[in-house]
């Protein structure tokens, strides 16, 4: 490509006459102008552009564009003129590689910070893919600077003609030791993302495993999910078992109201439409009964010794369950027996046929 690049430029250059020392310094100056051009004219007129739109990532990934495209301008300037002047090898490849190791590292920390820019900005807009979030930030940022280092490191010793063939060969099989050694390390990091990808629950919510532990999920990090149970006990669950378990999420759905059920029995022969109405009257007064969805009563079954009632009711948060209950069925009761309604209870007759002589 340079040398397509000096035959273009011969023309101009065979001004100068056939002083290679005068072309030279010629092509640096040209790159030079050429950079301060870019720099002013045309970064100027993208930072203007960029800045009538509504985000804010164009206008950093533009502000830090210039600096490597200047320098590669202006390396690009030393290069010819390296090449018109022919020094000669070893001289000539040591130049040329000099400046390709030094545009490699330049363009490779703009990619660095471009892309944790652009993953960050993702992160924080609704309109980013829902893999990319603050929770999986880093976890990505990470993975982008490694794919961009080992590409880089790759690019750079090519520059230099050194064979990478070797190297990577010893790089799959240290890879595959590590794969082996790790293997449930691994399958905790798989879990993770895909955890995170997938999001069955988010930080704050309230989930059930399938060991009866019930708690809100308080961390969820690459390796594992923590939850607080209710008795303030923090519970460690590696994220390939939590990957691979059943987890009723009690805060998932369109929102996060739960509804509870209070169970109750009456004796027989009670007025079920009197009892029907204390039910309702107990939820509607409730302040912590969500009057959206409205609560219900159901009469459920006959039962061995009571007609058996579900008030059903929804509040506004899981976590607010066994106080609601404690709250409504301290109502019920007390209603019950204000107005004489009977909660039956379990009783036993016990008949004696004959006493011992």
């Known amino acids: 490509m340079l040398g397509d690049l000096q035959t273009w430029l011969e023309p101009y250059l065979g001004v100068f006459g056939s002083n ?18 870019f720099n002013r004219v045309i970064c100027g007129a993208l930072k203007k552009l960029a800045a009538r739109t509504q985000f804010r990532v164009d206008d950093y990934l533009i502000d830090q564009l210039h600096r490597p495209i200047y320098i590669t301008l ?4 030393f290069a010819l003129a390296v090449n018109l002047l022919q020094f000669g090898k070893p001289f000539d490849g040591i130049v040329f590689s000099m400046l390709l190791t030094f545009g490699y590292i330049i363009w490779t920390t703009f990619l660095i910070r471009a892309t944790r820019a652009l993953l960050g900005a993702m992160a924080g807009s609704d309109l980013g893919p829902k893999a990319i979030n603050p ?11 490694i794919a961009i280092v080992v590409i880089s490191v790759y690019v750079i010793f090519t520059a230099w003609n050194v064979d990478m063939t070797a190297w990577l060969a010893s790089a799959g099989i240290i890879g595959i030791a590590v794969g082996f ?13 895909f955890i995170m990808a997938d999001a069955p629950y988010k930080i704050g919510d309230f989930v ?65 439409d009197k009892v029907r109405e204390i039910l309702m009257d107990i939820a509607l007064n409730s302040d912590d009964v969500c009057d959206d969805p409205e609560p219900r009563v159901r009469f459920r ?10 008030l059903l009711c929804w509040i ?31 009783k036993h007759d016990l008949y004696i046929k004959q006493m011992p002589e």
């Open 74 to 77: 202006v390396l690009v300037g």
């Open 208 to 272: 059930v495993l399938d060991t009866g532990e019930r708690g809100e999920i308080t961390h969820i990090g690459i390796r594992s999910t923590r939850l607080k149970t209710r008795d303030d006990v923090e519970v460690t669950v590696p994220n390939s078992v939590m990957g691979n378990t059943k987890i009723i999420n009690e805060s998932g759905g369109p929102h996060e109201k739960f509804r509870i059920r209070v169970a109750v029995g009456v004796a027989y022969g009670s007025d079920i």
């Open 316 to 346: 506004d948060q899981p976590v607010l369950r066994g106080r609601v209950l404690d709250n409504l069925n301290s109502k019920v009761y007390k209603r019950f027996i204000e107005e004489k309604v009977e909660i039956p209870y379990s």
């Open 20 to 37: 290679v020392w005068l072309q030279a310094m010629v092509a640096v100056a040209g790159s030079l102008i050429v950079a301060l051009i």
């Open 301 to 310: 079954q006959f039962g061995a010794s009571s007609l058996d009632f579900e």
């Open 181 to 193: 050694a790790a293997k449930d390390t691994l399958a905790n990091l798989f879990s993770g993302v």
């Open 135 to 145: 929770q999986t930030l880093p976890l990505f940022q990470n993975m982008a600077l």
